[in-house]
């Protein structure tokens, strides 16, 4: 049996225990530590992969070939002919480095953005691969030229006739993406001073040129939701190439590290990319596993690309007041005023006007649509795809030379896809114990410490019930005891067991036998003396009834009457000798008798 102390134990142990868990349900032990996680600090461990990520990062680019350049220009054709060609894959390695940590919760950084080739993913494409392409630099000095005074234009038709430039020109397909020499752009910097600084010109090397470029992140020490977000770029929430609010802001935009955390399944979250030259709103429109993870899958909304037509809050996305088209972006500032604009791949959701020009693309929204898959409690993304595509977007240049057939023209140059295929095993695994397994944990540490502290509660509870119902039997039984009443089954019948005292239980049940046998024979001899009084009353009420009778015998007695006829009266005789009922005296001295015999026994 239990004693009380281990009993109080037990009960302050389920105390403690209920405690436990209901600590656990309302202050989430878990949440906490997570939230202390993904804190930028110096050292820790999200800011780490943050710095510099684990994942493997591509770009993957398609060239547009162009397969009819001499049909086109020779008037043959009336619309330019393309192929895609690709991939080219390139692995970028995304590098934060870190300037200081600020006083207001956020940091300095500078970002890094190496590419470097990746030849087994490129499937058999080749950086030499040598094939038809746009002449940008041609193309965008016509564009340029073309808004200039008529001294400005003359100059450079002549530097165009002069080193014979052509609107398309066989170059490698490393050339047209890192950059090649062209003499055309050299002397066009005597007439545009000022209009770039660099003497190579490749649509991806400007794309990926982060030179000067800097920008402060939220730690999240605030608000760990914001931990990874672009507090500003370049020492501004805003991008100087829009005007208004809602195309310039950046704040609280993702870079594609890390995006917002604890999101809920209908909240929009903001991507940002230099060479998007905006940030990108991204909305959810499913969910799943990815990575062995529970994500979000995001994408950009319907009118993504609007200019005003149906969203009109975006007309501030009109480069000085001229809007293209829906379907492309005018981002002409942000790629040093080449007249390049943004769209989809293959024209995907573009106005008709804007293909009317050329032939060969197929649009494809599950080839071309763009998918982000997020974790929601971390921002962690599980899977990219980020894909557009750049074109150069052509005003009236029919005043320049060799380029009249372009004039009003939408060219495709290439589109990419920067993309993630999954989580390295290291990221998988780590990741899989803070949002899988520790939750779980959790849960399961809660439900087990409220089920161990009921049982421990309850368990003392029966206890001391139990206790306190037998503390009654006991009592009950010592009156029992001390009145002398046991049930046959409680007589002891060893000679050789004792009481407390001592003193044999034999000899002390024997004096409560007799205790109880003079008891017994009190109450008898007042019953029987009752009785015998009872019967003589009843005999001589008997006696006096006959005597009023006429029906007597010579010797007085009365004379039972058996028929209605005095012949029939027979004759009854009660004769009363003593012999059943014994005298008073006779019974007490018998009594005495007898229990100076039990007195002789017990003493024997």
């Not at 073309?146 to 170059?171: C, E, H, W, Y």
């Not at 969910?287 to 994500?295: A, N």
């Not at 780590?430 to 540490?445: D, K, M, T």
Request: charged share 25%; glycine share 6%; proline share 4%.
């Amino acid at each position: 049996m239990y004693s009380l102390n281990r009993l109080f134990v037990l009960l302050m142990l389920g105390f403690f225990a209920l405690s436990s868990g209901c600590f656990i349900l309302f202050l989430k032990p878990y949440d906490f530590f997570f939230s202390q996680k993904a804190v930028l600090s110096d050292g820790g461990e999200i800011f780490e992969m943050w710095r510099k990520p684990e994942v493997e990062l591509y770009l993957k680019v398609y060239l547009f070939n162009v397969t009819n350049a001499e049909e086109y220009m020779a008037g043959t054709d009336d619309k330019v002919k393309v192929k895609e060609v690709g991939p080219y894959v390139y692995r970028e390695s995304l590098e934060h480095k870190i300037t200081k940590f600020n006083d207001n919760n956020t940091l300095s950084a500078v970002p890094v953005h190496p590419l470097s080739w990746v030849e087994e993913l490129s499937e058999g494409n080749q950086e030499n691969d040598t094939l038809y392409l746009v002449n940008i630099a041609l193309l965008s000095i016509a564009n340029v030229a073309s808004s200039k005074d008529a001294f400005t234009r003359f100059g450079l038709n002549n530097v165009i006739s002069f080193t014979n430039s052509q609107p398309f020109v066989q170059m490698t397909a490393r050339e047209f993406m890192m950059g090649y020499k062209s003499e055309l752009m050299t002397l066009g910097n005597t007439f545009l001073p000022g209009w770039i600084y660099f003497d190579k010109l490749g649509l991806i090397d400007r794309m990926y040129d982060f030179d000067g470029d800097y920008e402060t992140v939220f730690t999240g020490a605030e608000d760990v939701r914001n931990s990874g977000l672009i507090d500003t770029y370049r020492g501004s929430t805003d991008l100087p190439q829009w005007t208004g609010k809602h195309c310039s802001n950046v704040q609280y935009a993702s870079d594609g590290t890390k995006f917002r955390g604890a999101v809920s399944k209908n909240e929009s979250i903001l991507f940002y990319r230099k060479s998007l030259c905006r940030a990108a709103p991204l909305i959810p429109v499913d969910e799943g596993v990815k990575s062995g993870l529970r994500g979000y899958k995001y994408t950009f909304p319907e009118n993504m690309l609007d200019n005003g037509e149906v969203i009109k809050e975006n007309e501030c996305f009109c480069r000085n007041g001229k809007c293209l088209p829906n379907g492309l972006i005018d981002v002409t500032d942000c790629y040093y005023g080449f007249p390049i604009a943004l769209s989809y791949p293959h024209f995907w959701k573009a106005d008709d006007i804007v293909s009317s020009k050329v032939e060969g693309l197929t649009p494809d929204p599950e080839k071309h649509e763009t998918a982000f898959w997020i974790e929601p409690q971390s921002g962690l993304p599980l899977e990219v795809s980020s894909k557009f595509q750049i074109n150069m977007a052509l005003g009236d240049i029919s005043s320049m030379r060799n380029v009249d057939k372009f004039s009003n023209m939408y060219l495709p140059l290439l589109w990419f896809d920067i993309k993630m295929y999954s989580l390295p095993p290291s990221m998988q695994q780590r990741f899989s114990l803070y949002l899988n397994i520790l939750p779980i944990v959790e849960q399961g540490a809660m439900y087990a410490l409220f089920v161990t502290g009921a049982l421990f509660i309850l368990t003392t509870v029966y206890i001391l019930t139990f206790k306190v119902m037998f503390r009654k039997s006991r009592d009950f039984n010592d009156w029992k005891e001390k009145d002398g009443i046991y049930a046959p089954c409680e007589v002891p019948l060893s000679d050789t067991d004792t009481d407390d005292n001592g003193k044999s239980l034999i000899k002390y049940h024997s004096e409560k036998i007799k205790d109880l046998s003079s008891k017994f024979s009190d109450k008898m001899y007042d019953t029987v003396g009752s009785v015998k009084g009872k019967v003589v009353d009843e005999i001589n009420h008997v006696k006096h009834a006959f005597d009023k009778k006429d029906c007597k015998d010579e010797k007085g007695y009365a004379v039972v009457k058996q028929s209605d006829s005095e012949d029939d009266c027979k004759y009854l005789e009660v004769i009363d000798d003593g012999s059943d009922l014994v005298s008073s005296q006779k019974y007490e001295t018998n009594r005495m008798v007898t229990l100076k015999g039990l007195e002789q026994d017990g003493t024997d």
